[in-house]
């Protein structure tokens, strides 16, 4: 016999269109062989499916963010899920070109193998645009605010997941990213070391070439776009205003990101002048009271610390009971 609906209260679902509406916002699990992941995966339908979970598996995720010269543009992520701990957000630098099948790319578990948080490890989805292509920074492609859809994922894991904190991390263009996150989420913490701060300003040919390839229609040597979710620059007042997270910046001073990227990041984001700082070869203690910078010597050039200081630095994030004030002893570590 057929239900009659024409009774249920105005605005209410009727319970099969109910249950084909839910089911429409689950994942679904596929195998990927064609990947070096030649794992399971959680595809979802689309990113508000994602964002209106009510939880996650531990995996990896694979989530459409939009299209980009007609193709289908998926943001995958290993996820690490341990609701009330700190969720560590780590975000990768550049990758080795020309890539085969090395997608996704979740790097940094070496690191943090020996710590017992969440994990949200995203790869950047540019990078599968072009297997010649191996810096994106996090920032996207045109029609596509990674970005801002970055933040709208860690702010719905940490709900999720009540996480007490969400600390970002990563080096060079994954420090970039990282800084960038945290500006945005409240009670977070951004590690980073020996970052780019504006995409503009690094390396001239992997510039170019990330931009001839995700944003086709700006001319050669033109500016990235940027607006109140995208900024490819972390130099400026409209990035400045408003930042919600601090700052744990670690940089290498024989590398040349020093004169190039920290010092116009210190300028902008400390606005007075840091001749304290300009003229000494050491420093390490806090800027303001959101940016904490340790400005020393572990190798020469563009090098990281090593894993070790940075899972003892990583681990002391992740207790919930450490933050920002009481790192005055931090230089130890490093």
Not at 134 to 152: D, K, N, R, Y
Not at 199 to 214: E, S
Request: charged content about 15%; proline content about 7%; some cysteine.
């Amino acid at each position: 016999m057929k239900l009659e609906s024409k009774n249920l209260p105005r605005g209410t679902i009727e319970p099969a269109a109910a249950t084909t509406a839910a089911s429409s916002l689950q994942p679904r699990q596929v195998f990927r062989s064609e990947t070096r992941w030649g794992r399971s995966v959680i595809e979802w339908p689309s990113l508000d499916a994602f964002l209106a979970t009510a939880e996650v598996q531990s995996g990896v995720h694979s989530v459409p963010i939009g299209e980009f010269a007609g193709k289908q543009i998926n943001y995958d992520f290993l996820l690490t899920p341990r609701p009330g701990t700190v969720l560590l957000c780590h975000f990768h630098a550049n990758t080795p070109t020309p890539r085969n099948n090395d997608l996704p790319l979740f790097t940094g578990l070496g690191v943090t193998d020996s710590i017992t948080t969440s994990m949200f490890i995203p790869s950047d989805p540019a990078l599968a645009l072009d297997a010649n292509l191996g810096l994106a920074w996090h920032f996207g492609c045109e029609g596509i605010h990674l970005q801002a859809i970055t933040v709208s994922i860690v702010k719905k894991l940490k709900t999720i997941l009540h996480a007490p904190r969400v600390v970002t991390w990563g080096g060079s263009g994954g420090g970039f990213a990282a800084i960038r996150v945290a500006k945005d989420i409240p009670n977070s913490i951004a590690l980073a070391w020996n970052p780019q701060t504006n995409i503009a300003k690094y390396v001239p040919d992997p510039v170019n070439r990330y931009l001839r390839i995700a944003f086709p229609t700006i001319a050669a040597g033109g500016t990235f776009p940027s607006d109140r979710e995208q900024f490819p620059s972390l130099c400026t007042n409209e990035f400045v205003a408003g930042y919600q997270g601090r700052i744990l910046y670690l940089q290498e001073r024989t590398d040349w990101h020093a004169n190039a990227h920290l010092k116009p990041f210190l300028a902008s984001f400390c606005g007075k002048a840091l001749s304290n700082i300009d003229d000494s070869s050491n420093f390490s203690g806090f800027v303001t009271d959101q940016l904490y910078l340790h400005l020393g010597h572990w190798g020469d050039g563009h090098v990281p610390p090593s894993k070790d200081v940075l899972a003892k630095v990583l681990g002391l994030l992740s207790d919930v009971t450490t933050n920002l004030d009481n790192l005055e002893n931090l230089a130890c570590l490093i």
